[in-house]
C-alpha cells in the first residue's frame, strides 16, 4: 500500500535548468495538490487538482507548471529554476474536500 | 499575511507531562481545523481535527480546542511520548475551499 509516491527524493539544479518533479497516488483519490515547505513559512499551496483534467492556482504558482496526465499522476514543471525556488516539495492528495490530505515523503530540490 | 500562525517554533517537555501547542488565526471564515505531524524526512501525516461548531475534540492522548471568540486553537498531548517529538502544524480551511492554509509549525521535543 504505496499511498503517495514522489520521485525524486533529492535534486540539485543549476540557475536555469529545469526539472519536472512527479507524483503518484494509488488510493483512487479525486484531488491532488503540490506544497513547499520553506523554514518560518509552514506549507504553501502551489497548484492544486480538484479532479481529472482540471487544475488551479494556489497561493504561490510563479515559476511552476502542472499536469494532471491521469487520475492517479499530478506532476509539478520547473521551467527555468531559480534559487528562490530551493524548498522542500510535497504532493498530497484526498478523496473529496471532507477528507484528509495524505502527503508524499518529499522531494528536496536545492537550486545552486 | 500569515492567516494561519504558529507563535513558537519550538517546544521542550518532559516525558509524562502534557504538551500544548498552540495555533492562531485571523480569518473568521475559517471553519474547519486541523493539525499534522511530521517527522524529519517524512510528509506531513494527519493527526486530529475540529470543525468550528464545537469547541472540544478528543482522541486518545490528543485534544484539540477551538476559542473562537479568541480565533485561537490548541492541540493538547497527554501524556507526552519521546514518539510525540516532531514538528507539528495546524491549518485551516474556508468551508468548500480546496486550500488548506498551514502555520509555520512548531517543533516539539519530548524529553526523557
Known amino acids: 500500500n504505496a499511498g503517495v509516491t514522489q520521485t525524486p527524493k533529492f535534486q540539485v539544479l543549476k540557475t536555469g535548468q529545469s526539472m519536472t518533479l512527479q507524483c503518484a497516488q494509488d488510493m483512487n483519490h479525486n484531488s491532488m495538490y503540490w506544497y513547499r515547505q520553506d523554514p518560518g513559512m509552514g506549507l504553501r499551496l502551489i497548484y492544486y487538482?480538484?479532479?481529472?483534467?482540471?487544475?488551479d492556482k494556489g497561493e504561490v504558482p510563479n515559476g511552476y507548471n502542472v499536469s494532471r496526465l491521469n487520475k492517479r499522476e499530478f506532476s509539478l514543471r520547473l521551467e527555468s529554476a531559480a534559487p528562490s525556488q530551493t524548498s522542500v516539495y510535497f504532493c498530497?492528495?484526498?478523496?473529496?474536500?471532507?477528507?484528509?490530505?495524505?502527503f508524499g515523503s518529499g522531494t528536496q530540490l536545492s537550486v545552486l | 499575511d500569515q492567516q494561519v500562525k504558529q507563535n513558537s517554533p519550538s517546544l521542550s517537555v518532559q516525558e509524562g507531562r502534557i504538551s500544548i501547542l498552540n495555533c492562531d488565526y485571523t480569518n473568521s471564515m475559517f471553519d474547519y481545523f486541523l493539525w499534522y505531524k511530521k517527522y524529519p524526512a517524512e510528509g506531513p501525516t494527519f493527526l486530529i481535527s475540529?470543525?468550528?461548531?464545537?469547541d472540544k475534540n478528543e482522541d486518545g492522548r490528543f485534544t484539540v480546542f477551538l476559542n473562537k471568540s479568541a480565533k485561537h486553537l490548541s492541540l493538547h498531548i497527554v501524556p507526552s511520548q519521546p514518539g510525540d517529538s516532531a514538528v507539528y502544524f495546524c491549518a485551516a480551511r474556508v468551508g468548500g475551499a480546496q486550500k488548506l492554509v498551514f502555520g509555520q509549525g512548531t517543533r516539539l521535543t519530548i524529553n526523557p
Open positions: 498530497a492528495s484526498r478523496r473529496d474536500l471532507n477528507e484528509k490530505l495524505f
Open positions: 487538482s480538484a479532479s481529472e483534467g482540471t487544475t
Open positions: 475540529i470543525s468550528s461548531i464545537k
